[in-house]
Structure formats: structure tokens, C-alpha cells
């Protein structure tokens, strides 16, 4: 039997969209059900690997893991990733299919991807119970929604009905959601099952006046309200998410000379950079003190300087060497920690080169504080990956003979002068796991204290990181770390905690009614006061 579906709309961009669709699939799953998410169309710089070697969203890979199954392509057949203010890379079932403007994919290319579209969510719901459905920004973009692959159209297509979301954290929730439902038509309007308001701090009695008027102006129940959830430590979409990626501010760090201080970690942030999320559980360490840096000067007095992921590496360094970076890192790599992840590694380098002009036509000039070239080729290299440290030491300090693990996501070949040490041996999942099949990757440099490699995702593996925090804070003579954070118990927490707090908020007795399923109340699950 076909899925049923439901989809979770939003009045805007960053209302909670994707975490109500990843706690709507965790307390699908915890109730017995096969639950897959589905978002046709994602735009963003965070993507994931699937185990067969293919990109998505990364958000929708939180939300598989959430359901407890592996990520796959069908959960996000379109991802467009923005190369500059009016193009992006479009992404189809997880491979390149082109570089387009905004106008030539809106206008001229989106009912030749409906099909695929079509294919992959009937992949999903002939698996699967149910599906729940992730929309993008508003479906009252009036002027976009002629060619609508997103939204409406996709509520449609999977017969789904639709939970309407509303920020109030941003301010003017009950406009919104009444101007949203307005500007629908009238059939659209009819898939509006019901709205829930996300984010909420203050008094509850003090808001249910709102909820019943809007209530009764949309004739639309409220299905509840959800509190702001904090320190969740569960990925945002995008950078919109993270307020310290945008800070301004002229310097983080004073000379201290305590060895008990936190480990010092700058990380540069790019016009173009992408997964950023490779530093959420690094951030998460009670014994380092991270920040985005957009300006030289923030990375004075860093232990160490991380060069992330770009979408658009040449322009990216065209950048950093405009805002004065260049400089400084070459004076941190004489006593300091550097490290280079993916286009970071790739920066590093003597050189980039770019034949077919994937990114920037030419040769440029990298930081050459590691041993090798790149040079950008059209076939986009898509893994999730493990392996092992080639030296068994870590910024020149031995390390126990851990496990690593990540995710490629490159269009970059990049080969070894002929003095370059090799950072780690790699297998991808999809190869077999005999040693013939492993790699070398990334590169180690400046007598151990510059890192480049191309995994994605490094710092997620407790183990790894936990000896990575140690090595670097034993290279400063630093006091060991005391208390370790343990990340991918805290990711599973994490998802626990926001499914029960959804479960608590809203009325989940009438959310699965819609699709005709049973759900059993957990017994330690109190369900707040109506508001309507």
C-alpha cells in the first residue's frame, strides 16, 4: 500500500521546518511505523553522503537518522548549492546536472526535473508507512509558484495533508500564518490541516487569546505550541542558524599564560563556505573555545586555524587573501596548528588548476604551506569513507591507532610532490573493504603542524577528536583534557529530546488521525493545556 503523507509547511524561511520534520519522524518511528522524509528541492551549502556514493541535504540526512534508517537519494532528489548571488550547482539524484542562473532553472528547467521528483518520492512511499514532507521557505512566494516543485504542487502529488508552521520568535506569527493561508488558493488552502506555533518563551496564558482569534479567522485548529529548544545540538539547515558565524568583532583572544586556558580554534569563514557543520561537536567540547572568523586580525592568538569546505574554493581564497589571511597564516604555520578540510586542504596547496573551468578557469596560486596540486575536475567525487592514520602520530605527538571516519564531497583531484607525507589510508562504503581498495588522503606538512584532508564530518567521531583536542593542547603544553564531550551519544539525546518535547506539545493523537494511524501516548508524555 502506498504511504500516506504529511507535509510541514512554513510562513517563512528558518521557522523550524526541518527539526518538526525530524522529531515528526523520530515519533513516527518510535511508534512502529516505517518513516522516511521527503524534501524535492533543498538549497544549501550542508550536504550529506549517501552510502551509495551520492549527495543530499544534509538536514535530510538528520531527519533519515532520526527515522533510524540510512540516508538515500530519493529523500532529496534536487539539491541546488548557490556558486555566487545568482547561480547555483543543481544537484540531480545526487550528481551534477548543470550550472544554471536562477531565471534559466526557475523558469525554464523545473517541469523537466518533476519527473524525477515523481520517481523518487514513489520510491520512499512504496517502503514506507508514511512520509512526512518538508516544504521550502513559504508556498505564498505568489510570484514562484507557477513552477512550483516544492511546495503546494508536492502536497499534491503525495496527497498530503499540511502542518502549517509560524515563528514567533521572529515576531508577527499570527500575520504570517493568516497572510500565508490567505494568499493560497482555495484548494491549497484546503490541505491546511492545521497550524502550530514554534519557538515560543513566554506565557502560555497570555498567548491562547492569539491562538483562538487566528484560530477562528483561518478556521484552522491550532494544533499546539512548541517551546525554543535550546542547545539541541542538532544541525541547522543552513548558516542562518548559527549567529557566530556572522560576527564582527575585532579579536576573541588576549596572550594568556595558563595552561589550564581552553584550546583556541579560529575557524575562517568564507562567502562560500559549505558544511559548516563539520565544527559542531568541536564547539560542543567543554575544553575549546571556537569562533568564525571573518576578518585576519580574529585569529591572532588562536591555537589552532581550521581553512574549512568552499563551494567556490578560488574565490574563496581570492577572498581570504583580500581580507589580509594570508599573511597571518602563513606566520600561525611557523609555531601554530593549521588545519585543511576539502577546499581548506586544497588552499594549502602550491596549486589549483582548473582546465574546464568548474569553479574559476586557469591556474592560481595556493598558500603553499602543503606539497601538492589540485586540479578541479567535472566528476564530483561523493563517499562516505573510513580509514586510519598513515603516521600514528598527531601534530607530532603519538596517537593510539584510532578509526576515522567522514564523508567526501569534492570536485577536486589533488596530487603529492614528491616530499608529501599522506595524512590517513581510506576506504569508501561503496568499495569493498579489502586493502586493495584504500587511498591515501590529505596531507601532512610544516614538521606536523599543517593537516589538509578531505574529509567532511572528521571532528563527529569521539574518538578522533577527543585525540585531536589532546595532541593539540600537548603541543602547546597545555593541561590535559579533563571532561570529553561524548557527541554521537548527546546527537541521540538530542533527537530523544526534541521527539518529547514535540510529542508534549502538540496534539499528536490528531496529527496521525490525518493519516489514518493509531498513536499510543508514552506513559511519561504530558500533554500541555489546549490553546484553542
Not at 340 to 364: F, H, N, R
Amino acid at each position: 500500500m502506498k504511504a500516506r503523507a504529511i507535509m510541514v509547511l512554513g510562513t517563512s524561511s528558518h521557522v523550524g521546518k526541518s527539526l518538526l520534520t525530524a522529531a515528526l519522524c523520530r515519533i513516527f518511528a518510535q511508534q512502529g511505523y516505517r518513516v522516511a522524509p521527503f524534501k524535492s528541492q533543498n538549497m544549501s551549502l550542508n550536504s550529506a553522503a549517501t552510502i551509495e556514493g551520492l549527495e543530499i541535504g544534509r538536514a535530510q540526512a538528520l531527519q533519515a537518522e532520526a527515522a533510524s534508517i540510512p540516508p538515500s537519494v530519493d529523500m532529496n532528489p534536487i539539491l541546488l548549492k548557490p556558486s555566487g548571488a545568482m547561480s547555483s550547482q543543481v544537484v540531480v539524484r545526487g550528481k551534477i546536472w548543470g550550472q544554471l542562473s536562477a531565471s534559466d532553472y526557475h523558469l525554464r528547467r523545473v517541469e523537466e526535473l518533476m519527473p524525477v521528483v515523481r520517481e523518487s518520492y514513489e520510491n520512499l512511499a512504496a517502503k514506507n508507512d508514511v512520509i512526512i514532507l518538508e516544504g521550502a521557505g513559504s508556498p505564498a512566494e505568489i510570484n514562484l509558484k507557477e513552477h512550483d516543485i516544492v511546495n503546494m504542487r508536492i502536497a499534491e502529488m503525495a496527497d498530503a495533508q499540511c502542518l502549517l508552521v509560524g515563528d514567533i520568535d521572529r515576531g508577527g506569527v499570527f500575520a504570517a500564518l493568516l497572510g500565508t493561508v490567505q494568499l493560497l488558493e482555495e484548494k491549497e488552502q484546503a490541505r491546511i490541516a492545521g497550524f502550530i506555533i514554534n519557538k515560543f518563551r513566554g506565557d502560555l496564558a497570555l498567548l491562547r487569546p492569539g491562538t483562538r482569534m487566528i484560530a477562528d479567522r483561518l478556521q484552522k485548529p491550532c494544533l499546539g505550541v512548541v517551546p525554543y529548544i535550546s542547545d539541541l545540538l542538532l544541525e541547522e539547515e543552513d548558516s542562518l542558524g548559527l549567529p557566530a558565524i556572522n560576527s564582527d568583532s575585532k579579536s576573541f583572544w588576549e596572550p594568556e599564560a595558563s595552561s589550564n586556558r581552553l584550546l583556541r580554534i579560529a575557524v575562517i569563514s568564507f562567502p562560500s563556505f559549505s558544511n559548516f557543520t563539520d565544527f559542531d561537536a568541536l564547539r560542543a567540547e567543554p575544553s575549546v573555545d571556537l569562533h568564525f572568523c571573518k576578518r585576519a586580525e580574529q585569529i591572532s592568538y588562536a591555537d589552532v586555524v581550521i581553512i574549512p569546505g568552499s563551494k567556490q574554493t578560488v574565490d574563496d581564497l581570492v577572498w581570504l587573501r583580500a581580507k589580509g589571511f594570508e599573511h597571518k597564516l602563513l606566520q600561525h604555520a611557523k609555531m601554530g596548528l593549521i588545519v585543511g578540510i576539502c577546499g581548506g586542504m586544497q588552499m594549502l596547496g602550491e596549486q589549483i588548476l582548473d582546465p574546464e573551468a568548474m569553479e574559476s578557469a586557469g591556474t592560481t596560486y595556493g598558500l603553499g604551506l602543503l606539497p601538492i596540486h589540485t586540479t578541479m575536475k567535472p566528476q564530483k567525487v561523493t563517499s562516505l569513507t573510513t580509514g586510519r592514520l598513515v603516521s600514528g602520530k598527531l601534530f607530532g605527538h603519538p596517537c593510539l591507532d584510532i578509526r576515522i571516519s567522514g564523508y567526501e564531497i569534492h570536485i577536486g583531484e589533488t596530487t603529492y610532490l614528491e616530499s608529501a607525507d599522506q595524512f590517513a589510508k581510506l576506504i569508501r562504503a561503496e568499495k569493498s573493504s579489502q586493502i586493495s581498495d584504500s587511498f591515501g588522503d590529505g596531507c601532512v606538512a610544516q614538521e606536523g603542524r599543517v593537516i589538509g584532508t578531505y574529509l567532511h564530518g572528521l571532528f563527529d567521531e569521539d574518538a578522533f577528536r577527543h585525540t585531536f583536542l589532546a595532541a593539540a593542547r600537548a603541543f602547546y603544553r597545555l593541561s590535559p583534557v579533563e571532561v570529553f564531550d561524548n557527541w554521537q551519544q548527546k546527537r541521540i539525546n538530542s533527537l530523544d529530546r526534541l521527539a518529547e518535547e514535540v510529542q508534549r506539545s502538540l496534539d499528536m493523537q490528531e496529527i496521525f488521525s490525518w493519516v489514518g494511524l493509531h498513536y499510543e501516548k508514552p506513559v511519561a508524555s504530558t500533554a500541555r493545556e489546549s490553546l484553542t
